[in-house]
């Protein structure tokens, strides 16, 4: 039996790779790191960009089963979230919410209640205000949408363990904080892998 040929056309390179785009290090430096950590940390950004793929696809799917667009979807979620804690929901809450005017939230609760997404009623303790609520058609169908999406989601941090959560928690709130420079010295963008490593042993 003859062996099977071995294929000559090598996988397309990451380009998440600092190896591939910045081989003179001229801005990630990878000093002290073996190929094989720098494997596994581009690994940890593959998987990263993964998930963002299938959030992607989630928030868009859920939003053509909603027939909404993603700020509609967003001010639903909070007013929901806010409903399950027994807290009324006013114009003012959802335009501090989503960070939009007065006059945008208008217009966004004019086209949900055209919907048959929500429903203005009167405040109960403040006359010049209006209380927003979720029509019960429409939790149903974010429940079957978004809801069980989160489901999901939620199971897959379950399975970690509680150490394991705590990394996964520290290392999100660090990828959450890498749109701010450093503090100090310009250095500290060119720390080594075993100056990273040291530094979250100390943590510890």
Known sequence: MEPE?????EPEP???????????????RRAGMADQDVDQVVRVLEALRGWRETERRMSEA???????????MRALRYIIAM??????????AIADHLGITTAS???LIDRLAAGGHVNRLPHPSDRRSLA??????????ARESVGRSHARRFDAAARLTPPEREIVARFLDDLANTDREPEGDPAAYTRTGDEVTAELLDRD
Do not use: C, F, W
Not at 5 to 9: L, R
Not at 83 to 92: E, K, S, Y
Not at 132 to 141: K, L, Y
């Open 5 to 9: 040929p071995v294929s000559d056309i």
């Open 14 to 28: 990451s380009m998440l790779d600092p190896r591939v785009m910045d081989p003179d290090e001229e801005i990630v």
């Open 62 to 72: 859920s939003r053509k089963y909603m027939k909404l667009g993603d700020t509609d």
């Open 83 to 92: 409903q399950n804690h027994g807290r009324v929901v006013t114009p003012g």
């Open 105 to 107: 939230t208008t217009k």
């Open 132 to 141: 927003i609520e979720v029509t019960p058609e429409t939790r149903r169908a």
